[in-house]
Every structure is written in structure tokens, then in C-alpha cells.
């Protein structure tokens, strides 16, 4: 089953989702879809205010999801983009909607060593690097959660720069690409949150799932 539809502590991943952003007030939710979609759309249903978009070539990078959804990053709002197969304490998207910086990223210091986890790569209390191999010099670095929020102008930036990576020859590569191409492009475009201490997990392998449903009675709603 897609990811998003693992259970945990009697929810899915998606119901937790949409959930925890109506109780941050985020009116409208987008899914990008692929594998198995018809699930994720007998999943929810007739949920108000939720709608799905569907990436045929989702075999591809995750680029080409991202380009999916650009009619809403176009769409002259506030953008919140979140990778769906993460469980985590409320408070962490809190954090992110109510963060001071206009745009804005999610990190913990608490990071796993190795090339699979996104780093965060601070120096001088600026963004300098985000990769999952860091290639620029910085005085320490976190995982990135997945979570970012964006201003309708950057995040129409954002879907300007997504186009040249599916319209060219790197339909291959993950969305982080186009936004790394912002921060290197404009280092004082985004800030970012420390929510290191605060209960999440991304889920990527079958030791995860179990990590994750330990967590479920440290969250807090």
C-alpha cells in the first residue's frame, strides 16, 4: 500500500495529515498521488476541502510530483509542502505555520549519520546547504523534516524552476533540487525552525514503521 495509508495508533498517515493541518488552520489540501492512487482516493473519500492530483510518471524523480502540483504553487497563496511519509508530534507543523520567517524550513540536530537523511546545512546562522551530500563549508547541520512553507511569490518561483528540471533532462532528481537551486541562488530567502526534541520519524524502510509506532504514545495532538 502507498505509504501515506500505514496505520498507526488506529490512524493512517493521511488522516493524521489533513487533521493536524485543519487544527493549524490550512483550509485546502492538495495530495499529489501515483502509486496505488485509487486507494489514497477511496481513502478519503468525500472529505471536504481535500483534493487529489495525480502524477502518471511517478516512477520518476519526485521533481516530477512536485511539478504535478503547480497550479497551487501558482495560485497567488501561502504555500505549506510536506512529504507524506512522516508521523509526528503536532507541535511540529505549529512550528512551521506560526514561524517568524516568511519562508521557512523545519530541522532537528538529532540526525542519523549517513547519505539517506536531507541535511540542513547552517553557517552563521544562514542556510547554506541542502542535499543529502552537502558539498558547501558550514559550522554544523540537521535533518531536514520535509516540511516547508513558502510566500505565493516564492513558491511560484518554485514551480518556475521545477519546469526547467521536467522539461529538461532531470526529470530524475528529487524536489529538493529546485528549492536548493533558490537558497544557493538567494541565502537570505529562507529561514528555518529548530524542533529538535519534538517526536517525529520519517518512514522510508520496514525497521521505521516499527520506530514509528513506539513513537505514537509520545505525540502530542
Known amino acids: 500500500m502507498p505509504k501515506a495509508l500505514l496505520p498507526f495508533g488506529g490512524e493512517s498517515l493521511l488522516a493524521r495529515h489533513i487533521a493536524s493541518l485543519r487544527a493549524c488552520g490550512v483550509g485546502e ?18 472529505a471536504p476541502g481535500v ?3 495525480v502524477n502518471p510518471d511517478y516512477r520518476e524523480g ?3 510530483s512536485l511539478w504535478s502540483a503547480r497550479e497551487v504553487m501558482r495560485a497567488g497563496r501561502q504555500l505549506v509542502l510536506m512529504d507524506a511519509d512522516v508521523l509526528y508530534d503536532r507541535r511540529v507543523l505549529r512550528r512551521l505555520v506560526e ?11 538529532e540526525i542519523e549519520p549517513g547519505d539517506e ?19 558547501e563549508a558550514h559550522d554544523w547541520h540537521g535533518e531536514s523534516v520535509g516540511f516547508f512553507r513558502f510566500t505565493p511569490e516564492v513558491a ?14 532531470r526529470r530524475h532528481m528529487e524536489y529538493e533540487e529546485p528549492i536548493r537551486d533558490m537558497m544557493q541562488a538567494n541565502p537570505t530567502l529562507f529561514g528555518f525552525e ?16 516499527a520506530k514509528a509506532r513506539d513513537l505514537v504514545p509520545l505525540l502530542v495532538a
Open 29 to 46: 489540501v492538495t495530495v499529489v498521488v501515483g502509486f496505488e492512487a485509487s486507494q489514497i482516493r477511496a481513502a478519503i473519500g468525500a
Open 51 to 53: 483534493r487529489l492530483l
Open 62 to 64: 519526485s521533481v516530477v
Open 99 to 109: 514561524s517568524r520567517h516568511p519562508n521557512v524550513l523545519l530541522l532537528d540536530r
Open 117 to 135: 537523511p536531507v541535511k540542513l546545512c547552517i553557517r552563521d546562522g544562514r542556510i547554506v546547504d541542502f542535499h543529502k551530500r552537502p558539498q
Open 156 to 169: 511560484a518561483e518554485l514551480a518556475g524552476r521545477t519546469e526547467t528540471y521536467v522539461t529538461g533532462e
Open 194 to 209: 529548530d524542533i529538535s526534541g519534538l517526536a517525529w520519524t520519517e518512514i522510508d524502510f520496514p525497521e521505521d514503521v
